[in-house]
């Protein structure tokens, strides 16, 4: 019995101490109280006093991170003071919430910058003071461990199907479509694999168009993907650079990492040449 009253006693304290956040043309409330303003202006919303007084802005972005991993966070800036501008995550009251939903619900439940008096400036202060940390799950940390890895390996394809790694060929393409050098994404419903080669002609894997996987000569497969919001996933065309790398990452041995060209004096006869 005493359990069961203390389960009902913790179930009405949260529904008493929930709060009701609105926001209605510009006017952000807390249980029917007005406690600040909002306007967006080309993505970016700008959190005011209720005198109309820009205090700080929040900016979301939504970026690709590898093929398969999108990342998504918002950038908080002070109007007045803009030497730092902060990477944080934020929440929303449901996953189907706008941007300005979620501003709002991360300013009040999250960052605690805005309460019912207001804005809260010294709070405001902490957060910047604190610089708090995103908690990244371990597949998005992974994303961008890969990202920085790949992003060394500078790869790009020319208009002849090579595969370039900081400038030097490093392998090729075959089976190419008609449609390669007017289109960079493999676009062609085709039921021909396109292959890759390295440097040496050792076979490294192949792209299946039909099912857009990549598998490597080892046996790796990999789908190309892009996630959607976190809630579903919908196949699309890939690019060649992103199969390059893709396959770059399955298959280590395929392309190294360039160390940096060091050029020695130029001799000749066994004496150095005069510096100008």
């Known amino acids: 019995m005493r359990i069961l009253f203390l389960i009902l006693f913790s179930v009405f304290s949260q529904l008493f101490n929930s709060q009701i956040i609105k926001t ?28 109309e007084t820009p ?20 950038k908080i800036n002070r109007v007045y003071n803009q030497d730092k501008t902060l990477d944080l995550d934020y929440i929303s009251p449901s996953a189907f919430s706008g941007e300005e939903k979620s501003a709002v619900y991360t300013s009040i439940k999250d960052l605690k910058v805005i ?25 998005t940390k992974d994303a961008y461990t890969i990202k920085s890895k790949v992003d060394k390996l500078n790869i790009t394809v020319n208009n002849v199907g090579e595969i370039l790694s900081n400038g030097k060929p490093v392998g090729y393409f075959t089976n190419l479509p008609v449609s ?38 080892g046996g790796k497969t990999f789908t190309l993907y892009r996630e959607m919001s976190g809630r579903a996933s919908i196949l699309k065309f890939p690019t060649y650079k992103a199969i390059a790398e893709r396959m770059a990452i399955l298959d280590p041995n395929f392309i190294k990492i360039q160390e940096k060209i060091i050029v020695g004096e130029v001799v000749k006869d066994g004496i150095e040449k005069d510096k100008k």
Request: charged residues 35%.
């Open 115 to 139: 309460d019912e008096r207001g804005i809260n400036i010294k709070n405001l202060d902490a957060v910047f003071t604190a610089s708090p940390k995103r908690k990244l799950d371990t597949r």
């Open 180 to 217: 390669f050098g007017s289109e960079d994404t493999v676009s062609d419903k085709t039921f021909v694999d396109i292959e890759i080669y390295d440097a040496k002609s050792k076979y490294i894997g192949k792209y299946i168009t039909t099912t857009k996987q990549i598998k490597t000569a």
């Open 24 to 51: 209605k043309r510009g006017i952000v409330t807390i249980d029917g109280v007005h406690v600040a303003k909002v306007d967006e202006d080309d993505g970016i919303y700008t959190f005011m006093d209720l005198k």
């Open 55 to 74: 205090i700080y802005t929040i900016e979301f972005v939504d970026k690709s991170v590898t093929d398969s991993v999108r990342d998504s966070y918002i």
